[in-house]
């Protein structure tokens, strides 16, 4: 399964950014591999609206399926609910590494969309 990550840049060590339609990219992980993958969401950060929605939509084009980020806005996650896609929280202000080793664990809280 392919799960995202919200980034400030690419790689383990980057703190996951708490923003989802703003966030400066999208650190991906295939979970049956551990291969990773960036996508540059640079497009959307001084976007004047839509950013949300917009990333939204690269996440369901890239096949991701499990969304690690901060708050997702209300346009966005009806976008991403359509699509199947599960959002968690509750990571605080930790790396990559870190949050994708609470995942794994099961401790992030899978968000109502």
Request: a positive charge.
């Given at each position: 399964?392919?799960?995202a990550f919200t980034a400030y840049g690419n790689g383990w060590n980057e703190q996951v950014d708490i923003r989802?339609?703003?966030?400066?990219?999208?650190?991906?992980?295939?979970?049956?591999?551990?291969?990773?993958?960036?996508?540059?969401?640079?497009?959307?950060?001084?976007?004047?609206?839509?950013?949300?929605?917009?990333?939204?939509?690269?996440?369901?084009?890239?096949?991701?399926?499990?969304?690690?980020?901060?708050?997702?806005?209300?346009?966005?996650?009806?976008?991403?609910?359509?699509?199947?896609?599960?959002?968690?929280?509750?990571?605080?202000?930790?790396?990559?590494?870190?949050?994708?080793?609470?995942?794994?664990?099961?401790?992030?809280?899978?968000?109502?969309?």
């Amino acid at each position: 399964m392919k799960i995202a990550f919200t980034a400030y840049g690419n790689g383990w060590n980057e703190q996951v950014d708490i923003r989802f339609g703003r966030a400066k990219g999208f650190f991906t992980i295939e979970t049956e591999n551990d291969s990773t993958e960036y996508l540059d969401n640079s497009a959307n950060l001084n976007a004047q609206q839509g950013a949300g929605t917009s990333s939204a939509q690269m996440i369901i084009n890239n096949g991701i399926k499990a969304l690690i980020t901060g708050k997702v806005g209300p346009n966005a996650s009806r976008v991403l609910k359509t699509a199947g896609v599960d959002v968690y929280g509750g990571i605080g202000y930790a790396s990559i590494k870190e949050a994708y080793e609470k995942y794994k664990r099961g401790l992030l809280t899978k968000q109502e969309l």
